[in-house]
């Protein structure tokens, strides 16, 4: 592998100024992915609001989308509405050229896009392990690879952002906790996880900052079938130790901080945003 730039190894350490937060991504160009509806559309608006321009990419639902795009615009902050499934080299090639040849480059990257389609494991089929596969984990790849290439060709502009760029993946506490009838879903998370540490070790050096963010249960269409009746709700709660379902904007809030320079030493982590899944609970009572 070539040699890493030491470009930036000699500069001191930045110097914060205190920002108001709706300057902290100030003058940014952001592009989360699958942001249509449920996670990616409170990501979207969040980093808006603190003053990201944001490309809003969409694989079926462009009413959703444009209707998001006129709601982002209303923030004072230019943004767009890009088709793409992320799962497609070319689809993902032509979105950044668009995105680049609309807003001049891209600061953030947010791997949102992602889906389920369970089955026992007995019945899962190639198609459906492809499927959420190709979505879940090449297009992190896909769109990460293509962002990672903008970023080194500019490198970084210090009235910007103290690093050449951002990269978020959206995973999830499955990169961790196993999940019977959902081996592809888990399978693909634990590949986001690898992906993201591994390429966070490779693109250090070029001043590139890679993390995730790893959602517990929150309130969107994919699990509706875990809190949309009181029973559902209930048992869910077995589950999380804070006892309170999340809701998008509070992974929006998590994304704003990832992404802004107060987190420029933050690098290589999973975030959990959880309400304390990851903590075995059934452990509560001693076991
Ligand atoms: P969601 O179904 O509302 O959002 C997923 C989005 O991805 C949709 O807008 C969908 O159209 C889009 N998408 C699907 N395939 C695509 C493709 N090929 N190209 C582009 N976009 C595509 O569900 P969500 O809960 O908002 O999920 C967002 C992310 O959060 C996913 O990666 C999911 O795995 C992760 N997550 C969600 C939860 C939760 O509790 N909701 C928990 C952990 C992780």
């Known amino acids: 592998m070539e040699e ?10 930045p110097v914060l100024p205190r920002v108001a937060p709706q300057e902290l991504l100030l003058g940014q160009k952001a592009l989360v992915t699958g942001a249509s509806s449920g996670i990616g559309r409170a990501i979207a608006i969040s980093l808006a609001h603190a003053g990201a321009d ?17 709601q982002i615009r209303a923030l004072g902050v230019r943004a767009l509405a890009i088709r793409a499934d992320v ?22 990257l947010v791997n949102n896009a992602g889906l389920q389609q369970d089955a026992p494991f007995h019945e899962l089929t190639l198609a459906q392990w492809n499927k959420v596969l190709a979505v879940n984990l090449t297009g992190q ?25 951002k990269v978020i993946c959206v995973s999830s506490v499955h990169e961790v906790i196993p999940w019977a009838g959902h081996v592809n879903y888990a399978a693909s998370k634990g590949g986001v ?5 591994s390429l966070a070790q490779e693109v250090a ?23 949309e009746t009181p029973k559902a709700y209930n048992e869910l709660m077995k589950l999380i130790p804070y006892k309170r379902i999340g809701e998008p904007e509070e992974i929006g809030r998590a994304a704003v901080w990832l992404a802004s320079d107060y987190a420029d030493y933050v690098h290589g ?19």
């Open 4 to 13: 890493a730039s030491a470009e930036y190894a000699h500069l001191p350490r």
């Open 54 to 70: 944001v490309v809003v990419n969409y694989v079926a639902d462009e009413d959703r989308a444009q209707e998001l795009v006129e």
């Open 87 to 108: 799962g497609d080299e070319t689809q993902v090639g032509e979105m950044f050229r668009r995105m680049i040849e609309e807003l001049g480059t891209i600061d953030i």
């Open 141 to 165: 790849f896909l769109c990460a690879r293509a962002a990672v290439r903008e970023f080194r060709r500019r490198g970084v502009r210090p009235n910007i952002s103290c690093s050449a760029g």
């Open 193 to 197: 996880m690898l992906m993201m540490k």
């Open 205 to 227: 050096p070029y001043r590139i900052r890679v993390n995730s963010i790893c959602p517990g249960a929150i309130r969107t269409p994919i699990n509706m079938q875990v809190w």
């Open 269 to 287: 982590i999973s975030l959990f945003v959880d309400g304390g899944m990851t903590l075995y609970p059934g452990f509560q009572t001693g076991g």
